[in-house]
């Protein structure tokens, strides 16, 4: 088993499954496989003939992985991204556990309700925001307003999500904005999602105003390493909840380690209170 991205240095997947591994008596392996895109192709077929399990995926690959699979789950296709693949007889299946991982998250920290009627501004048009956007089209917001560098992303995504929300149980107002002009739609906003990378190296800062970063917004980034990345700093400043993505992270691996292995984790693997404690220690 692996992580299939670029870049991974900053991953703690592999000491998370070894660990997972470790505790269920399984002597497997969890290596990373760092791949740039032009690459994608030649490793999913080196893994795909050696004796792999499965993998997960992270940037900038989960939509890009689709093309190399053989079959996928609901929630995939939904999605339009894949992070977890199992490979059984060489073929390969693809899902998606960072939406119910994304929404169980919310719910641990008590983010979830305040969504239902009220705005929210989503960060990223890659594969993980897109887990995010569906999984936030569950807890029937009023409006979500989907930001990106890339607008023409963003408004594909916006497109998706807004078909997605068509029936009356799901009326939602979805829009899509360059990522400089997000922060006035800050204003009024219940809760600001980041599914960007920017945060992942040091000095990286998102260009969001903190004239719009003020309680009772609720503030989430999915990057969970550094713990707290500039943006959860600042929000934390100015008396926001703020979280990171460690919870999101151990939620997802939790359930690929269930798809992998046929069984529940150990007591105590996949634990977001020791890994966050890891982290700490190791960035000292």
Known sequence: MGLVGWPLAHSVSPRLFRD???RAGLPWRYERFPVQPNGLARLVASLRAQDVRGFNVTIPHKQAVRAFLDTESPAARAVGAVNCVRIRNGKLWGTNTDLAAFVADLRAHRMAASVRGKRVVLLGAGGAARACAFGLLSLRPSEL??????????RNLAADVRRAALSPRRRVRVSAVALRSASPKIRRAALLVNATSVGLRAGDRLPISDAFLRAPLAVYDLLYNPPVTDLL??????GCLA?????????QAAAAFRLWTGRKPSPGAFDPVNLGHHMITKRR
Do not use: E, K, S
């Not at 307003?145 to 963003?154: E, F, G, H, S, Y």
């Not at 700093?233 to 100015?238: E, I, M, S, T």
């Open 20 to 22: 997972a591994f470790r």
């Open 243 to 251: 979280v990171g993505g460690i919870g999101m992270l151990t939620r």
């Open 233 to 238: 700093r600042r929000a934390r400043l100015h």
């Open 145 to 154: 307003v989907i930001a990106n560098r890339d607008l023409r992303r963003a």
